[in-house]
C-alpha cells in the first residue's frame, strides 16, 4: 500500500506558503549544521545574510548575481510548466558564452558599436542551438530531454575547454587556459563606478516583462501548459506537442545562452574555465522556489544570490570550506521538494490487521 496518496485538489494557498517553509526548515537545518562544525549560529547566519548587504557594494553584486539566475529561471518556468524538464541550462549557458567570446575574438582590432550587438545575437542563437539539439533528440527519438540535456552539459564544458587550452588560447597569458581580454566596446557598460553591476541586468529586467506579460495575457502561455500537462487534450484541441517541446526548449536555451553573454561581456571580460558558479542547475531551484512565477522567481533569484554571496563571506570569516553555498542550495531543494510532496500527497499510515 502506497504511503502517499495524491489529494484531488492540493491547496494553492500551501502551494505558496511551502517555499517560506522550506527557507525556515533551511535555516534550522543550517543552525545545526553550524553548531556541529563549532560555530555561534547567530554569528553565522549575520555572517552570511547580513554581512554580504552592509555596503552598496554588497548591494550591486547581489544584482550582478541575481541577474543571470532570474534571466535562466525564466526561461526554464515555461518549460516546467509545460512539463518539459531542461537540467542542462548549465551548458547552453556555456556555449552561448563561447558563440560571444567568438565574435569577441575575431571583432579584435575591428570593434565598433556593432560588435556588443552582435555578441548578444550571437549568445543568444547559440543557447537556443544547444537548446535544439535535446528538442530534435525527443520529437524524432523520443530521448529523454532531462538526460540529453545534462550530457550536452559535458559536451560544452569539453568544447570550451578545448577552445581556451588551443585555439583561443591568449599567448600572452602565461599559458593560462583563457582567451584574450575583451576590450571596452566589447563589454557592457558598468552602471556605478567602482562597481561590477552592468547594464547586462537590463536584459533580466526584459525577460521578467516579457514572460510576466506572456504568463498573464498569453495565449501560447497556455497551450504550452496545457500541452505538457494533458497531451490528450492538447492533441483533441488541436495543440502541437511537438511544438511545445521546441518552444519550451529552444527559448529556456535561448535565456541560458544570454546569461553567458552577460558573464563573458561583463564581470569576467573573456573567456575561461571558470564562466559560471552553477547558475545554470541553481536557477533550477530559483525557478520552483518563485512557484515558476515570473515576479516570484525575482525573489528567489535574489535569495540564491544572497546565498552565493554568504558563502563567500563564510569562507573569509568563518574559515568554512566553498562547498558551503551548495551544501544551502541542496538543503533549500531537499526542503522545497519535502514541503511539495506533502502538499500534493496525503500520508495514509497502513491499517494493522487485528
Not at 85 to 110: D, P, R, S, T, W
Not at 284 to 303: C, D, M, T
Request: glycine share 12%; proline share 5%.
Amino acid at each position: 500500500m502506497h504511503l502517499l496518496e495524491p489529494r484531488a485538489e492540493p491547496s494553492r494557498t500551501l502551494q505558496w506558503a511551502a517555499p517560506p517553509l522550506a527557507i525556515l526548515l533551511m535555516l534550522l537545518a543550517g543552525s545545526l549544521l553550524f553548531l556541529v562544525l563549532g560555530r555561534n549560529p547567530v554569528e553565522a547566519f549575520r555572517v552570511f545574510f547580513i554581512q554580504p548587504l552592509e555596503s552598496g557594494y554588497g548591494w550591486s553584486e547581489l544584482l550582478l548575481k541575481a541577474g543571470p539566475l532570474i534571466l535562466i529561471a525564466e526561461g526554464l518556468a515555461i518549460g516546467f510548466r509545460a512539463r518539459i524538464y531542461n537540467i542542462g541550462a548549465e551548458g547552453q549557458l556555456i556555449f552561448g558564452a563561447i558563440c560571444a567570446g567568438g565574435v569577441a575574438i575575431y571583432a579584435q582590432g575591428h570593434e565598433g558599436h556593432w560588435t556588443l550587438p552582435a555578441m548578444v545575437l550571437a549568445g543568444a542563437l547559440g543557447g537556443l542551438f544547444w537548446g535544439a539539439i535535446p528538442a530534435l533528440l525527443k520529437t524524432h527519438f523520443n530521448a529523454e530531454e532531462t538526460l540529453t540535456t545534462l550530457m550536452l552539459t559535458y559536451v560544452a564544458n569539453f568544447l570550451l575547454s578545448w577552445l581556451v587550452h588551443i585555439p583561443w588560447r591568449d599567448p600572452q597569458g602565461m599559458n593560462f587556459p583563457q582567451s584574450v581580454m575583451f576590450s571596452d566596446a566589447e563589454l557592457f557598460t558598468p552602471l556605478f563606478e567602482g562597481s561590477r553591476l552592468n547594464t547586462s541586468i537590463g536584459l533580466a529586467v526584459v525577460a521578467v516583462v516579457v514572460f510576466q506579460v506572456l504568463v498573464r495575457r498569453s495565449f501560447l502561455a497556455y497551450r504550452l501548459e496545457v500541452g505538457g500537462q494533458a497531451p490528450t487534450a492538447a492533441r483533441y484541441a488541436g495543440f502541437s506537442q511537438r511544438a511545445t517541446i521546441w518552444v519550451s526548449l529552444c527559448v529556456s536555451g535561448m535565456m541560458a545562452g544570454l546569461a553567458g553573454v552577460g558573464e563573458v561581456a561583463g564581470p569576467i571580460g573573456q573567456l575561461n574555465l571558470n564562466l559560471s558558479p552553477g547558475y545554470g542547475y541553481a536557477a533550477i531551484i530559483v525557478a520552483y522556489l518563485g512557484r515558476l512565477h515570473p515576479l516570484g522567481i525575482v525573489l528567489s533569484g535574489l535569495l540564491m544570490a544572497l546565498l552565493y554571496l554568504g558563502g563567500e563571506a563564510a569562507q573569509m570569516t568563518l574559515q568554512l570550506p566553498a562547498a558551503i553555498t551548495g551544501l544551502f542550495q541542496g538543503m533549500l531543494l531537499f526542503f522545497l521538494l519535502g514541503t511539495d510532496a506533502f502538499i500534493d500527497n496525503r500520508l495514509r499510515l497502513p491499517r494493522r490487521n487485528a
